[in-house]
């Protein structure tokens, strides 16, 4: 079945460091990516998107490249702030199930 | 602008209670779902509907039924509750493939 890796957290960084959060899928055919976000004691939010091999999706100073030949989408930010400070899960919807699939989620640590 | 409303945000059941939660839409979805969320395991889907009338199982559907009578509600319903079912549960809605979140319920099972 369809299914989503994230590696593990924390992430704890100083701000203006550089982000990298790795996340890889398994699924049939050709699902669209997604990050959100979750700040603590909310709901998630949409951070970014791509629908297709190579699209990038962008937002806020975050960027994710889908890579159909990995199967991967990592999440990467040139800067942290401490603002940034929150959970990310990466997830994929498969059009043949019409499953909506998360990962465990990596919390993001930034310190000023 | 309410979105996605979800009722209660907060329960304490006995084990064996049943309960159901509330989840409410105003943006005229077709797809909603229902997930956990518990540390180290991030979001399960436990059940989900393509529409009205319809209603599919998830990843980890065994101890719950839901239902799907109207477009804008999505119930998640606990027959017989247990500690294993402590958890945050999310429901979210959507029209194409973003999903938009509620605030999240967050049920003890004592």
């Known amino acids: 079945g369809d299914s989503v890796t994230q590696m593990e957290g924390p992430v704890t960084l100083s701000e203006e460091a550089c982000l990298t959060i790795?996340?890889?899928?398994?699924?049939?055919?050709?699902?669209?990516l997604f990050w959100y976000v979750q700040y603590p004691g909310e709901g998630l939010q949409l951070l970014l998107k791509?629908?297709?091999?190579?699209d990038k999706g962008s937002n806020k100073g975050f960027e994710a490249t889908y890579r159909k030949e990995t199967t991967s989408f990592h999440l990467e930010k040139g800067s942290v702030q401490v603002s940034d400070s929150a959970v990310y899960f990466c997830?994929?919807?498969?059009?043949?199930?019409?499953?909506?699939?998360f990962g465990t989620g990596t919390r993001l640590q930034v310190f000023p | 602008n309410a979105g996605v409303t979800q009722t209660p945000k907060f329960r304490v059941l006995k084990t064996g209670q049943s309960m159901t939660l509330l989840c409410a839409q105003d943006?005229?979805?077709?797809?909603m779902y229902w997930y956990r969320q518990d540390p180290g395991m991030g979001l399960r889907l436990i059940h989900y509907?393509?529409?009205?009338?319809?209603?599919a199982k998830g990843e980890v559907p065994d101890g719950y039924n839901v239902s799907r009578l109207k477009k804008q509600n999505f119930l998640l319903g606990l027959e017989s509750a247990a500690p294993s079912q402590t958890s945050v549960y999310f429901c979210?809605?959507?029209?194409?493939?973003?999903?938009?979140f509620g605030q999240g319920t967050r049920l003890t099972v004592v």
């Open positions: 790795n996340c890889t899928y398994t699924a049939t055919g050709y699902p669209s």
């Open positions: 997830a994929l919807f498969d059009y043949n199930t019409d499953k909506l699939i």
């Open positions: 791509a629908t297709k091999a190579d």
């Open positions: 943006m005229n979805h077709e797809y």
């Open positions: 979210a809605s959507s029209l194409s493939t973003e999903a938009f």
């Open positions: 509907s393509v529409g009205e009338g319809t209603t």
